[in-house]
Protein backbone atom coordinates (compact mmCIF):
# COMPACT_ATOMS: atom_id res chain seq x y z
CA UNK A 1 0.00 0.00 0.00
CA UNK A 2 1.38 3.59 -0.84
CA UNK A 3 1.65 5.43 1.77
CA UNK A 4 1.09 9.70 1.09
CA UNK A 5 3.85 12.24 2.71
CA UNK A 6 2.85 15.76 2.30
CA UNK A 7 5.51 18.41 3.77
CA UNK A 8 4.49 22.09 4.83
CA UNK A 9 6.57 24.58 5.21
CA UNK A 10 4.68 27.85 6.57
CA UNK A 11 6.81 30.78 6.79
CA UNK A 12 6.13 34.56 8.09
CA UNK A 13 3.21 33.99 9.93
CA UNK A 14 0.05 35.54 9.94
CA UNK A 15 1.07 36.30 6.52
CA UNK A 16 0.38 32.98 5.18
CA UNK A 17 -1.82 30.22 6.62
CA UNK A 18 -0.84 26.98 5.01
CA UNK A 19 -3.82 24.29 5.57
CA UNK A 20 -3.91 20.89 4.43
CA UNK A 21 -7.47 19.68 4.18
CA UNK A 22 -9.06 16.20 3.16
CA UNK A 23 -11.61 16.66 0.63
CA UNK A 24 -13.51 13.33 1.40
CA UNK A 25 -16.19 11.91 -1.44
CA UNK A 26 -19.00 13.57 0.05
CA UNK A 27 -18.36 17.65 0.68
CA UNK A 28 -19.97 19.27 3.70
CA UNK A 29 -22.75 21.66 2.92
CA UNK A 30 -21.84 24.36 5.45
CA UNK A 31 -22.06 27.74 3.74
CA UNK A 32 -18.16 29.16 3.23
CA UNK A 33 -19.88 32.35 5.30
CA UNK A 34 -20.52 30.55 8.22
CA UNK A 35 -17.64 29.38 9.89
CA UNK A 36 -16.82 26.27 11.76
CA UNK A 37 -17.58 27.82 15.73
CA UNK A 38 -15.18 28.52 18.04
CA UNK A 39 -13.26 25.23 19.96
CA UNK A 40 -12.11 27.66 22.66
CA UNK A 41 -8.90 28.16 20.10
CA UNK A 42 -9.70 31.30 19.41
CA UNK A 43 -9.21 30.20 15.58
CA UNK A 44 -13.11 30.43 14.13
CA UNK A 45 -12.84 28.77 10.72
CA UNK A 46 -11.72 25.19 9.28
CA UNK A 47 -9.53 22.83 10.57
CA UNK A 48 -7.45 19.89 9.56
CA UNK A 49 -9.22 16.93 8.08
CA UNK A 50 -12.58 19.01 7.87
CA UNK A 51 -14.63 18.75 4.83
CA UNK A 52 -13.96 21.70 2.84
CA UNK A 53 -17.37 23.52 1.62
CA UNK A 54 -18.60 23.49 -1.44
CA UNK A 55 -17.42 26.21 -3.32
CA UNK A 56 -17.01 28.05 -6.63
CA UNK A 57 -14.64 30.66 -7.54
CA UNK A 58 -12.90 32.85 -10.12
CA UNK A 59 -8.92 32.27 -10.63
CA UNK A 60 -6.00 32.80 -12.59
CA UNK A 61 -4.75 29.25 -13.55
CA UNK A 62 -3.21 28.28 -16.57
CA UNK A 63 -2.75 31.17 -18.51
CA UNK A 64 -6.48 31.76 -17.98
CA UNK A 65 -9.20 33.81 -16.32
CA UNK A 66 -11.77 30.63 -15.28
CA UNK A 67 -13.74 28.93 -12.76
CA UNK A 68 -12.49 27.05 -10.08
CA UNK A 69 -14.98 24.48 -8.76
CA UNK A 70 -14.15 22.97 -5.46
CA UNK A 71 -15.92 19.95 -5.42
CA UNK A 72 -14.14 18.58 -8.77
CA UNK A 73 -10.99 18.02 -6.28
CA UNK A 74 -12.76 15.72 -4.44
CA UNK A 75 -10.79 12.72 -2.64
CA UNK A 76 -7.73 15.07 -2.74
CA UNK A 77 -5.63 16.56 -0.67
CA UNK A 78 -5.74 20.44 -0.74
CA UNK A 79 -3.19 22.97 0.21
CA UNK A 80 -4.75 26.41 0.64
CA UNK A 81 -2.13 29.67 0.87
CA UNK A 82 -3.94 32.86 2.11
CA UNK A 83 -2.10 35.87 2.07
CA UNK A 84 -3.10 39.45 2.06
CA UNK A 85 -2.60 40.90 -1.45
CA UNK A 86 -1.08 40.96 -4.92
CA UNK A 87 2.06 43.33 -5.33
CA UNK A 88 3.20 43.01 -1.84
CA UNK A 89 7.04 42.83 -0.56
CA UNK A 90 6.90 39.22 0.95
CA UNK A 91 4.24 37.11 -0.95
CA UNK A 92 5.93 37.02 -3.92
CA UNK A 93 8.86 35.30 -1.74
CA UNK A 94 6.28 32.55 -0.25
CA UNK A 95 4.22 31.52 -3.89
CA UNK A 96 7.69 31.33 -5.61
CA UNK A 97 8.14 28.86 -2.74
CA UNK A 98 5.30 26.69 -3.15
CA UNK A 99 5.46 26.68 -6.62
CA UNK A 100 9.06 25.26 -6.62
CA UNK A 101 7.16 22.66 -4.19
CA UNK A 102 4.12 22.19 -6.27
CA UNK A 103 5.26 18.65 -8.34
CA UNK A 104 5.57 17.27 -4.87
CA UNK A 105 2.66 18.18 -3.82
CA UNK A 106 0.85 16.82 -7.47
CA UNK A 107 2.69 13.58 -7.17
CA UNK A 108 1.18 12.70 -3.90
CA UNK A 109 -2.42 13.84 -5.06
CA UNK A 110 -2.64 16.84 -3.95
CA UNK A 111 -3.74 20.38 -5.52
CA UNK A 112 -2.42 23.76 -4.06
CA UNK A 113 -4.44 26.96 -4.29
CA UNK A 114 -3.50 30.44 -3.32
CA UNK A 115 -6.04 32.65 -2.05
CA UNK A 116 -6.14 36.69 -1.68
CA UNK A 117 -8.96 39.06 -2.20
CA UNK A 118 -7.72 40.73 -5.48
CA UNK A 119 -9.72 39.81 -8.71
CA UNK A 120 -8.25 37.21 -11.04
CA UNK A 121 -7.60 39.91 -13.35
CA UNK A 122 -5.57 41.48 -10.41
CA UNK A 123 -3.76 37.81 -10.51
CA UNK A 124 -2.52 37.86 -13.86
CA UNK A 125 -1.51 41.19 -14.14
CA UNK A 126 0.91 40.18 -11.21
CA UNK A 127 1.90 36.74 -12.85
CA UNK A 128 2.31 38.77 -15.84
CA UNK A 129 4.50 41.45 -14.67
CA UNK A 130 6.91 39.51 -11.54
CA UNK A 131 8.70 36.55 -12.86
CA UNK A 132 9.01 34.96 -9.46
CA UNK A 133 4.89 34.74 -9.92
CA UNK A 134 5.16 33.16 -13.37
CA UNK A 135 6.88 30.17 -12.09
CA UNK A 136 2.80 29.49 -10.32
CA UNK A 137 1.46 26.64 -12.18
CA UNK A 138 -1.50 26.56 -9.44
CA UNK A 139 -4.95 27.83 -9.36
CA UNK A 140 -4.95 31.79 -7.87
CA UNK A 141 -8.07 32.18 -6.43
CA UNK A 142 -10.05 35.05 -6.07
CA UNK A 143 -12.01 35.77 -3.04
CA UNK A 144 -13.68 39.29 -3.41
CA UNK A 145 -16.51 38.83 -1.25
CA UNK A 146 -14.08 37.23 1.76
CA UNK A 147 -16.14 34.15 2.24
CA UNK A 148 -13.36 31.66 1.32
CA UNK A 149 -10.91 33.68 3.81
CA UNK A 150 -13.93 33.62 6.35
CA UNK A 151 -15.09 29.91 6.19
CA UNK A 152 -11.06 29.14 6.88
CA UNK A 153 -10.55 31.75 9.53
CA UNK A 154 -7.99 33.92 7.47
CA UNK A 155 -10.37 37.00 7.31
CA UNK A 156 -9.23 39.96 8.95
CA UNK A 157 -12.18 41.95 9.95
CA UNK A 158 -9.95 45.51 10.61
CA UNK A 159 -8.59 45.74 7.28
CA UNK A 160 -10.87 43.43 5.11
CA UNK A 161 -7.88 41.44 3.36
Not at 15 to 42: F, H, Q, R
Not at 101 to 129: I, M, P
Not at 140 to 159: E, H, P, Q, V
Amino acid sequence: MKTRSIVLIISIAGIIALVLIYLSTMVNAVAPEKPAADSGTGFNGLKINDKVPDFQADAYYKNNITRVNISDYQGKWLVFIFYPADFTFVCPTELEEMASLYKNFTDQGAEVFSVSRDTAYVHKAWHDSDPRIQKVQFPMLSDTTGDICRAFGTYNKSNGL
